[in-house]
């Protein structure tokens, strides 16, 4: 399954640290791996094990105490904070965990926020598959206040796949969409992943959603658990 070519994603020693003395918390501690193109990872692990965290550090939201990621090669975080985030915007597509919907637009408008801003063409057959396959349909013209947090997450699943960018970072995909959607949902990342070669990290309790990835990355306590 997938299309395993070159490197995409590199941590290098990565660490995030906080707090200092007694009160010090290793929430990533010295991460080691890479991600080819192409692939399905999922990062596992018990809450509070790091992965949101390690998902934010690799997409150039959080900057490291230590440790390099590279992207296609480039050191995110040797960059200037506005080149970061236009390279980061081109590159990565976020579904995050609180949504981040904007409550004046829109769902549809929430949806296409992203490639307004890239200036990028809308691909008006893809809106339509996505709000079909997210039951979005009907919902379009609502604002993110009149649907329910599954709603609201669903929006944001479509937001990041309508860039169509080469990575997707998730965090609890399919968190509070219900067991049924959640299954549509990662075959229909499994045939993006197919047609289009992107690379997604899927950050998941859900262990029938990491079982449909090429990989799974455990984390315990802030590091990679091996085997």
């Known amino acids: 399954m997938g299309n395993l070519e070159k490197e995409v994603i590199r941590a290098e020693r990565l ?3 906080y707090g200092d003395g007694e009160a010090l918390v290793k929430s990533v501690d ?3 791996f890479s991600i080819n193109k192409g692939e399905i990872t999922a990062i596992v692990g018990k809450s509070g094990s790091g992965k949101t965290t390690l998902l934010h550090m690799l997409g150039g939201l959080e900057t490291p105490t230590q440790g390099k990621v590279l992207v296609d090669g480039v050191s995110l975080y040797d960059l200037r904070d506005s ?7 081109e590159k990565i597509g ?3 965990q609180k949504f981040q919907l904007v409550p004046e637009m829109t769902i549809r408008q929430n949806i296409r926020f992203p490639l307004d801003v890239a200036g990028k063409t809308l691909d008006l057959q893809l809106e339509e598959e996505l709000a079909e396959l997210l039951d979005l349909k009907d919902r379009m013209g609502f604002y993110p206040h009149q649907l329910s947090g ?3 997450q669903r929006a944001a699943i479509a937001r990041a796949l309508l860039m169509r960018p080469e990575i997707i970072l998730a ?3 399919t968190g509070n ?5 959640g299954r549509e949902l990662l075959d229909f990342i499994r045939r993006s992943n ?3 070669k992107q690379t997604f990290v899927i950050v998941t309790h859900d262990m029938s959603a990491a079982a449909s990835a090429h990989r799974m990355i455990h984390l315990r306590d802030g590091r990679i658990e091996e085997g």
Do not use: C, L, N
Not at 83 to 89: D, I
Not at 177 to 181: H, K, P, R, V
């Open 30 to 32: 010295h991460v080691d």
């Open 150 to 152: 599954g709603g609201q």
């Open 83 to 89: 080149r970061r985030t236009k390279f980061r915007r």
């Open 177 to 181: 969409i219900g067991e049924a959607a």
């Open 171 to 173: 965090d609890e995909p």
């Open 194 to 196: 197919e047609r289009y």
């Open 94 to 96: 976020f579904i995050f």
């Open 15 to 17: 660490s995030k640290y």
